[in-house]
């Protein structure tokens, strides 16, 4: 009799992370949602959200404050975006995250070319699927960076450009299951930022958000003639989170969340 499928198995980076221990965001009002205490200490934590919500800008929040706030250095993974693009837009926002570069305290990787390799590859004797190579390279790259700087932060965005090489779902469950568990083994409390399917309240829950031990929504809404964006942890495994829809804003400097006013 065959074993338990492995994308159903209980996750083999349970054991990994630690409950004793908080990584604070460095985002205001996001921690007030937290308990007070932050992000459990080594989490892999999905950003989800739609386009605009600013999701993006929360990861280089986390990573650029980790380091001004709190001496974490940090690793940022781009699957899509160009980095010029990524830092031009931070500095935007006021977060000089070139200056961090420089000082060897953070780090931008432009992990999109892993995309655009053959369908196979040909090592030795040996053919290598695409997607087996690309997923294997990024958490090699993951890995090597994180080493090189100490990091105790990683963001990895977007997901989406690394699920999509996966159409079939069993093979995407075990990929990123995979990801997830080389993830793990670097010590860093982690923000996956993906692309939500949906934004309805009734919309039908992703596949990543039974995977992760934590899930944070950055949304836009409607309501009446206007739109709000709201901001959410959906889930925290081991920590009575504050779950309730709560305005927030792109200022400068990054994202502000209010803990404590409703969406109206």
């Known amino acids: 009799m065959r074993g338990t499928p492995k994308f159903i198995q209980q996750t083999p980076f349970s054991q990994t992370v630690s409950q004793d221990n908080y990584v604070r965001t460095g985002v205001p009002g996001v921690d ?99 997607k087996e190579f690309t997923l294997v390279s990024l958490t090699d790259m993951i890995k090597t960076h994180v080493r090189r700087v100490g990091a105790k932060r990683l963001v990895i965005d977007p997901l989406v450009s690394l699920t999509l090489q996966f159409p079939d779902e069993v093979e995407r469950r075990v990929a990123l299951l995979d990801l997830l568990q080389a993830i793990a083994e670097t010590g860093c409390t982690s923000l996956l930022v993906s692309e939500l399917s949906e934004s309805a309240s009734d919309r039908k829950y992703q596949f990543e958000e039974f995977l992760a031990q934590g899930v944070i929504m950055m949304r836009k809404v409607l309501i009446g003639n206007r739109t709000a964006l709201v901001f959410q942890v959906e889930k925290m495994r081991g920590l009575s989170h504050d779950n309730q829809q709560r305005p927030y804003k792109i200022d400068k400097g990054g994202i502000v969340v209010y803990p404590k006013e409703k969406v109206l």
């Open 32 to 130: 007030e949602l937290l308990e007070g205490k932050g992000l459990p200490q080594g989490y892999g934590i999905f950003v989800l959200g739609g386009p605009g919500s600013g999701k993006t800008t929360f990861g280089l929040q986390f990573l650029f404050e980790g380091v001004r706030q709190f001496s974490e250095n940090g690793v940022y993974i781009s699957l899509d975006e160009d980095i010029a693009y990524v830092k031009a837009n931070a500095k935007r926002l006021g977060m000089d995250i070139e200056a961090m570069e420089k000082e060897d305290k953070l780090v931008l990787v432009d992990a999109s070319p892993i995309r655009k390799i053959p369908a196979q590859l040909v090592v030795g004797e040996y053919r290598i699927g695409k």
